[in-house]
């Protein structure tokens, strides 16, 4: 049975840090809606309203560009041991970008990443848990290496010419802010 909060209550927070997998969904005015797993050491609780987590390059920038544009987010977490629990957390983010105000004050809040393209700054509005009955039993074995031998290979320059290619616009067109050109 659903229950919903204005919070998350320390239950909610306790079962967070668990986790070694969340979901974000965002979604601009108009066109795709995206749904992306974030994983490693990469999400801050700053309060019961408040959540901080790190965006790491990838082969999209989804989540900066709809950000800009409408900044609703829902994040999920399920309970892939132990007892069945799903937890969502609605509200609104905002992307800060390595040139904004607020990224120094996030980024303190990390290990500095090689690839650190954005921190994402949550407000929430609601949270809410679900029974979690339809997830299935998965163990977590390791987190893998692929990310830091690519990081390796690109070097610095590197990865930012791969935010120049692949992470400026989203798949609807739509600019993600990664790069302020002059």
């Known amino acids: 049975m659903a ?19 969340f979901f974000v969904g965002t979604a601009a005015n108009d066109g795709t809606i995206n749904v992306s797993p ?13 959540i901080a987590w790190l965006n790491i390059t990838g ?31 609605y509200g609104k983010a905002v992307a ?11 980024a303190k809040l990390f290990e500095p990443h090689k690839s650190a393209r954005q921190y994402v700054d949550f407000q929430i509005d ?4 679900s029974c979690g009955f339809g997830v299935p039993f998965y163990d977590f074995v390791d987190e893998r290496d692929n990310m830091d031998r690519w990081l390796a290979s690109k070097g610095e320059e590197g990865i ?3 935010w ?8 609807d067109g739509l600019p993600t802010h990664i790069i302020e050109e002059d």
Not at 126 to 129: C, E, I, R, S, V
Request: charged letters at 30%; a negative charge.
């Open 126 to 129: 609601l949270a809410q848990t």
């Open 160 to 162: 930012e010419d791969y």
């Open 96 to 106: 800060a970008h390595p040139r904004d105000e607020q990224w120094d004050e996030l």
């Open 3 to 21: 229950r919903r909060f204005d919070e998350m209550k320390p239950e909610h927070i306790a079962f967070i840090e668990q986790q070694k997998l």
């Open 38 to 50: 974030k994983g490693w050491d990469s999400l801050r609780i700053l309060g019961p309203n408040r």
């Open 164 to 171: 120049r290619e692949k992470n400026q616009v989203s798949l």
């Open 59 to 89: 082969s999209g920038n989804e989540t900066a560009a709809h950000l800009a544009q409408n900044d609703r987010m829902t994040m999920m977490f399920c309970a892939f041991d132990g007892n069945p629990k799903i937890l969502r957390l």
